[in-house]
């Protein structure tokens, strides 16, 4: 580890001394990955734009579907095979887990 870095501190300081003569030998260059720093704002700014419009489109959809409701169903009948008890449970019949009904 201690070697690799002496390595590279070797290497970046012959860099500089041939490079002192010229200035900026040893200067890293930037790289421009697109044609133009116009387009860039362009794009940026489209996309902003783009986003906005996505942001208000789906909070008008959103508001639009749940102010419509839904409807309700009626109750299913209270068929007798639904609440089958062969035993009462050990907390009682008369709980906070179990309503009982005036049928039975």
């Known amino acids: 580890m201690a070697a690799s870095m002496a390595r590279s501190g070797l290497r970046s300081a012959s860099l500089l001394l041939r490079g002192g003569a010229k200035g ?7 790289r421009s990955f697109s044609a133009s720093a116009h387009d860039d704002a362009y794009e940026t700014a489209k996309w902003e734009k783009i986003t906005y419009a996505g942001i208000v489109t789906c909070t008008i959809l959103a508001t ?9 169903s009626e109750e299913p009948p209270a068929y007798p095979y639904l609440h089958i ?18 049928d039975h």
């Not at 900026?24 to 930037?30: I, L, M, Q, S, V």
């Open 64 to 72: 639009y579907n749940l102010s419509k409701g839904h409807p309700h």
């Open 85 to 102: 008890r062969n035993k009462e449970f050990p907390w009682g019949p008369n709980s906070l887990f179990e309503k009982k009904h005036a």
């Open 24 to 30: 900026r030998a040893g200067a890293p260059t930037k």
